[in-house]
């Protein structure tokens, strides 16, 4: 007899607008990124998963088993991901989904979309300290996500017909020690907070007017304030600005920082396929496209 499997996936998402400044009330807009997923599969296993409370992975998994009152079964989680770790593109996120998913699926069990966020939310709190939700949010919607903190997440369509690269400086972004250190600017932060905040609002009335020129401009714009703030790093920057002398309409670095991603806005395909060819050949460690 074939042995079950449980099958479990989950898409990541990356940051277009408002990092940094979401943290003091102005808005953010993420981005799902349907084609970069995680594959989770769950199978019988001769002895029981050794839970380390640490790891977001084992989380989502003991949360789920306790929800479905299955703790004490034996199986085993292989993780299959095309999502790299700590580039805020919601890997965390994105694995404790998928392996939700899986569980669920092994046990032939209805999972509701509310029960899936609140358990996927259980494990972010292990690997972020204070997540937001909105890394899991956006890897659980097919549309971008409008976020504000106190105020809570909708959707917004975007319907654009352009191309978004996705360049990964193949460092790590230590998302921590760059929201401490906008902290510790305290009141010098303010004007930075505050224009980021302004171009998240204008990145949002381009989007509305399908206006790309609007919103690359505004993304070229948080990437210099973001910069001054202190929170890019040499390696984004070289991206950046590679990717504006190359004629993309707009590019900026994605999510907290000191690493991680840079995001390169085209008008068609073919410029984002060449963007991406000369990101990577000026070192990105991967690029990816997305349609917007
Ligand atoms: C990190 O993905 C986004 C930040 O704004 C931090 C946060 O919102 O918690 C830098």
New binding site residues.
């Given amino acids: 007899m074939t042995q079950k499997i449980g099958l479990g996936r989950a898409h990541s998402k990356i940051?277009l607008i408002?990092?940094?400044s979401?943290?003091y009330g102005y808005s953010?807009i993420a981005l799902p990124l349907k084609n970069i997923e995680v594959v989770c599969r769950v199978q019988e296993a001769q002895k029981p998963m050794e839970i380390d409370i640490a790891d977001p992975l084992s989380t989502a998994v003991f949360a789920a088993l306790e929800y479905l009152e299955k703790a004490d079964e034996k199986l085993s989680i292989v993780i299959e991901s095309n999502v790299p770790e700590k580039r805020?593109m919601g890997s965390s996120a994105a694995v404790a989904i998928a392996a939700i998913r899986a569980v669920f699926d092994y046990f032939d069990r209805s999972l509701s979309g509310p029960v899936l966020e609140m358990l996927a939310n259980q494990a972010e709190i292990i690997a972020?300290e204070?997540?937001?939700g909105?890394?899991a949010k956006t890897c659980l919607s097919d549309t971008a996500i409008k976020f504000i903190r106190n105020l809570g997440f909708s959707e917004m369509p975007i319907d654009l017909g352009a191309y978004l690269v996705i360049a990964d400086t193949g460092i790590h972004g230590h998302?921590r020690e760059?929201?401490q250190k906008v902290r510790n600017l305290e009141e010098k932060a303010l004007p930075y907070l505050h224009r980021l905040g302004d171009l998240a609002n204008l990145i949002e009335v381009g989007i509305l007017a399908k206006d790309l020129s609007v919103i690359g401009q505004a993304m070229s714009q948080a990437h210099q304030e973001l910069d001054l703030l202190g929170v890019s790093s040499p390696e984004a920057n070289h991206l950046v600005q590679v990717a504006q002398a190359k004629g993309a309409i707009g590019a900026k670095m994605s999510?907290?920082?000191l690493g991680g991603c840079i995001i390169a806005l085209c008008r068609y395909e073919k410029e984002a396929q060449d963007m991406s060819h000369m990101l990577k050949k000026e070192g990105a460690a991967n690029t990816w496209i997305e349609s917007l």
């Fill in positions: 940051i408002g990092e940094h979401v943290v953010a805020g972020h204070n997540p937001s909105l890394d998302t760059a929201v999510g907290g920082g």
